[in-house]
């Protein structure tokens, strides 16, 4: 199979002859963007000579392009403007002889004429049969190709070599067009308290050429991109050598996680696969129940109620027996051939907390009304409320309350023992029998000054 040539990165000089051997490398970020590099050797003789890479990624950012080579410095680097357009063609015939394949004057059907490009002034203009015609109705025909057309970007590099011999080179450079987002699938089994993950990564092209790497390497982690002032298309770039004076001062490395996968990549154009990016993990996993919104410090007469939600946690993921940190992507969880939710997840280092949230649990329910309410002066007033769970299980549960009080606040009594997360959110952890109920009753004074 031909490879694709922006991968295969073919050098074309005057002199040097090039060897076989190639290796490409792919590194994929997760938003619109790759990296590039290819090395090979080849022959350059002593002191200037051109190379030209032929058929860049479509997605090229100009001038992100390097070569790097012992004994080798690069003086000049253009990256050609890409791909045809009808405004190039113009401008290649301009005082040629075209055709026209325009509406038949006699209404039926079409017809082809020569023509003569005669200038470009906000569309062509065309001498037809002795006559001048601006932006005509119809297709113009063009007779050839322009001799610098290119489908694909290329560039061309002057380099200055120490002596003459056989060189390693390696050209990289970045690209649009590429991105990969990871997708996990767990299995939850709650009798042993287990996770297990699978993580698959996806790989998308949008390139309109294939792509085939011997090496691959996923990235997760979001790196800083500067806006282009101006779309990179719209005219060659050009980029002289500069001296170490003028070369800006290296930034700090960013916080990133590289996935090296033991194979390579083969994908079509505009094509997406999917890859195995972590095999199975199982880890120790606590279900927990979590109701808000019942417990405040707020007068509230009324009766209300509240669904009960259901977490998984891994308090500390290196301990609980993964070895890799968990790229972003979305957690589907499945437990005894049931789908029970879906999550997306944040970049996860190991040793941090995992949550998934898996929506209402259907057997355990949640109720609260106000039982008192009294004002203690102007500013301040006493509220008792109490909060009833109920768990139609056939096994107890914890369920943890989560209150939402104001800043100025004080227990006066309390059922169960609260735990103060933060200034304003007390939790208690109440025990409900299976197919048994629990009330969790308290009385707190707020300041409203």
Not at 79 to 96: C, D, K, N, Y
Not at 200 to 225: H, K, P, Y
Not at 422 to 427: D, K, L, S, Y
Request: hydrophobic share 40%.
């Amino acid at each position: 199979m031909r490879l694709p040539a922006f991968l295969t990165a073919a050098f074309v000089a005057a002199a040097p002859a090039l060897a076989a051997d190639t290796t490409r490398t792919l590194t994929v970020y997760p938003d619109d963007l790759a990296r590039m590099s290819v090395e090979r050797q080849t022959r350059l003789p002593e002191g200037a000579s051109s190379l030209r890479l032929n058929d860049l990624s479509p997605g090229i950012v100009a001038d992100s392009l390097t070569l790097r080579g012992e004994g080798v410095r690069v003086l000049e680097q253009q990256v050609s403007p890409w791909p045809i357009t009808r405004q190039q063609l113009l401008q290649a015939h301009l005082g040629e002889t075209v055709h026209l394949i325009r509406p038949n004057p006699t209404g039926r059907g079409r017809e082809t004429v020569e023509a003569e490009l005669l200038a470009l002034a906000d569309g062509p203009v065309l001498s037809v049969q002795d006559r001048v015609l601006h932006d005509p109705r119809g297709e113009i025909v063009f007779p050839d190709l322009p001799k610098d057309a290119a489908t694909l970007p290329r560039a061309t590099l002057r380099v200055q070599a120490d002596g003459a011999g056989e060189r390693t080179l390696t050209t990289s450079y970045l690209t649009k067009g590429l991105s990969w987002k990871a997708a996990h699938s767990a299995q939850w089994d709650p009798a042993a308290g287990t996770l297990t993950l699978r993580t698959m990564a996806a790989v998308e092209s949008r390139l309109n050429t294939a792509i085939e790497a011997d090496s691959l390497q996923l990235v997760a982690g979001a790196v800083a991109q500067a806006e282009q002032p101006r779309p990179q298309r719209e005219q060659a770039t050009t980029m002289r050598a500069m001296s170490a004076a003028d070369a800006g001062k290296p930034s700090s490395a960013a916080n990133l996680k590289v996935y090296e996968l033991d194979r390579g990549l083969s994908l079509d154009a505009g094509g997406r696969t999917q890859l195995a990016l972590m095999t199975p993990q199982t880890v120790d996993v606590q279900a927990r129940y979590r109701v808000t919104n019942l417990a405040t410090a707020e007068p509230q007469p009324d009766t209300a109620q509240a669904p009960v939600d259901l977490r998984l946690r891994v308090a500390d993921t290196r301990e609980a027996g993964l070895d890799r940190a968990l790229p972003a992507g979305v957690v589907r969880v499945n437990a005894g051939g049931v789908f029970r939710g879906e999550q997306r997840v944040a970049d996860t280092p190991l040793g941090t907390e995992l949550t998934l949230d898996l929506g209402n649990a259907f057997d355990v329910t949640a109720r609260a009304k106000q039982t008192g309410y009294r004002r203690i002066g102007e500013d301040a007033y006493q509220l008792s409320r109490q909060v009833t769970l109920s768990n139609a299980r056939e096994k107890p549960v914890t369920v943890r309350v989560i209150g939402r009080f104001p800043r100025d606040w004080r227990m006066l009594e309390e059922s169960h023992q609260h735990l103060r997360e933060t200034a304003q959110r007390p939790v208690w952890a109440v025990e409900v029998p299976a197919g048994g109920e629990s009330t969790l009753r308290y009385t707190v004074r707020v300041s409203e000054r």
